[in-house]
Structure formats: C-alpha cells, structure tokens
C-alpha cells in the first residue's frame, strides 16, 4: 500500500483459471486460461501438412508445456483512491487495470496441405480464436463488476478497516472471475469434441 494525500491503495492478486483437456486420438486440444491495461496476442508457429504433423508440433511448440492450443492469460490490478470525510474513510474511485495476453496458433504449411486438412484447421483454428475472446470478455466483465462493487464499499472507521474490507471483496469476487471461466471451459468441452469430429479429427 502506497499513500499520499489521497490515500491512494492499490490491491494487486492474480490467480488461475482451470484448464480444459479434450484428448481425442489423432488430436489433442487444451483450451485455458490464467489469471496474469492492454489486450496482446502473440502466435507460435505450427509447421505440419498433416494432423500428425500438426498434433507433433503443438506439443513442441504450445502453450502450457505443449498442452494447450490456445491460452489467455489475464491479470486484473485494483486500484482504489481513499477520502476521510466525516470522520470516516471511504472509498472514492476504483479502477482495474487489466492485463490480457492470447496465445494462438499459426499454422505455417497449410498452404501445402490437402484440402481436406487445410479447411478442417482454419476452421478449428477459428473456435480457438472465438474461445479465447470468450476468456476475454468474462475477465473485462467481470473488472467493471469489482470496480462498481469496491466504490460501495461502506466507509469505515479508518482506512485501514477499508482496506482490509476492500481486499476481502475483491478476492471473493476475483474468485467468482475464475469461477465463471472455469465453467466455460467445462461447458466448451462437449462442444469441441463435437467440432472435432466434424473435422475429422477425431472418431
């Protein structure tokens, strides 16, 4: 805690989101995500001209060890500037900053692949995109949830008693963040085994 006239807090946490794991034979697909004010995307490149070649070289090169296709990592920063008045302290604006960073995939050689395989991966390439920009809009949601929640926040006796009150409420509702992102990956997980198989990707 840093403070000046203002009583500027700032409350930092981070945490992580669960990890989904459809392991479907010839293919391997792992969407997840990781608690880490800027949205960034980054790609790694994925040679290959078959779904052997393909599968070989996300383990190689993906996130999580290989184990993920894509990923969004994100990492909220509550910030919150403090007033005495009345002889009590209250919270008079809340912030969060929040960092995102997607990894996805690039696939290098499909333009060398049959047809069959280059549109099978352009389309599952496109669900990874739309899944991560799901992870996305929850962790900007629910930053604008715990920035209306910290400016109600009861003034306390001291901006100690505040702070403390304040940190308790951003971790409940952090938690309830990864949560919410947790069980989209659990309710995504029927839905990309069913893309995969119409893919053909898997049996």
Known sequence: MRQNQM?????????????LAAVLGLFTLTACTTSNSGLTTVYYKVPGTTVEQINEQIARRGPQNGHAIGTTETRMTPKVRTRRENGKCRIEHAEVGLDLKVTLPRWSELNKA?????????????????????????????????????TKVPPQESCRQLMVKARALFKSMFEKHNNEQRGFDAAERTAIERRLRSLGLAG
Do not use: P
Not at 116 to 134: D, G, N
């Open 114 to 150: 049959d047809g069959k395989t280059r549109s099978a991966f352009e389309r599952l390439s496109e669900h990874v995109v739309w899944h991560e920009q799901q992870h996305v809009e929850i962790s900007q949601k629910h930053a604008r949830k715990i920035e209306e929640a910290l």
């Open 7 to 19: 009583q500027n807090a700032v409350l930092c946490a981070s945490g992580a989101r669960g990890m």
